[in-house]
T-cell receptor, first 115, second 109 residues
Framework: KAGVTQTPRYLIKTRGQQVTLSCSPI?????VSWYQQTPGQGLQFLFE???????NKGNFPGRFSGRQFSNSRSEMNVSTLELGDSALYLC??????????????FGPGTRLTVL | AQRVTQPEKLLSVFKGAPVELKCNYS??????LFWYVQYSRQRLQLLLR??SRESIKGFTADLNKGETSFHLKKPFAQEEDSAMYYC???????????FGTGTLLAVQP
């Protein structure tokens, strides 16, 4: 099976703009989670979607939002970009049928730079 | 508070030496703990999870609830073990992972 894919891989934006990142999970996986990785804060959970519904949300401002489509693909949107939003954004997918045995598979990430 | 602490940013050992990457957690319930690894230019991937009680690539980790620790160990380090290692906690009934800040393991020849 093809792994988790994320597009674009690199993105440069300026403050105040908005950005949309995309994640295609492994075929058959229904759960998609998003993480932000920065040198200062490390890996932080943003949110998780399962069957088009947000199931969990991390401690991020409302500027960070997401959605999931019927084919399980997910998008993450950040509005009114700030310099501190510069980070590697990781997407992870899992089957979603069993909490105890599922493995999360991570994508390569999208490197967002805010100027 | 739910927290994962990895006290060492960098651990440098010689090939063949034992390795112990430390991980301590703070969680009031029954934790589910994981070790993830990221090799150079590769994706973050699961190394092992405590409920599986298995050894992967010679690594083992035992959950010690009394000391709230989940240290990763390997008796004889190999150069190919050089990577970034992250300890992670999954609070019950959620799928979010709380990661530690990671430890870079450098195995010298």
């Amino acid at each position: 099976k093809a792994g988790v894919t994320q597009t674009p891989r690199y993105l440069i934006k300026t403050r105040g703009q908005q950005v949309t990142l995309s994640c295609s999970p492994i075929s058959g996986h229904r759960s998609v989670s998003w993480y932000q990785q920065t040198p200062g804060q490390g890996l932080q959970f943003l949110f998780e979607y399962f069957s088009e519904t947000q199931r969990n949300k991390g401690n991020f401002p409302g500027r960070f939002s997401g959605r999931q489509f019927s084919n399980s693909r997910s998008e993450m949107n950040v509005s009114t970009l700030e310099l501190g939003d510069s980070a590697l954004y990781l997407c992870a997918s899992r089957d979603g049928t069993s909490e105890s045995t599922d493995t999360q598979y991570f994508g390569p990430g999208t490197r967002l730079t805010v100027l | 508070a739910q927290r994962v602490t990895q006290p060492e940013k960098l651990l440098s050992v010689f090939k063949g030496a034992p390795v112990e990457l430390k991980c301590n957690y703070s969680y009031s319930g029954s934790p589910e703990l994981f070790w993830y690894v990221q090799y150079s230019r590769q994706r973050l991937q699961l190394l092992l999870r405590h409920i599986s009680r298995e050894s992967i690539k010679g690594f083992t980790a035992d959950l010690n609830k009394g000391e709230t620790s989940f240290h990763l160990k390997k008796p004889f380090a190999q150069e190919e073990d050089s990577a970034m290692y992250y300890c992670a906690l999954r609070p019950g009934a959620t799928n979010k992972l709380i990661f530690g800040t990671g430890t870079l393991l450098a195995v010298q020849p």
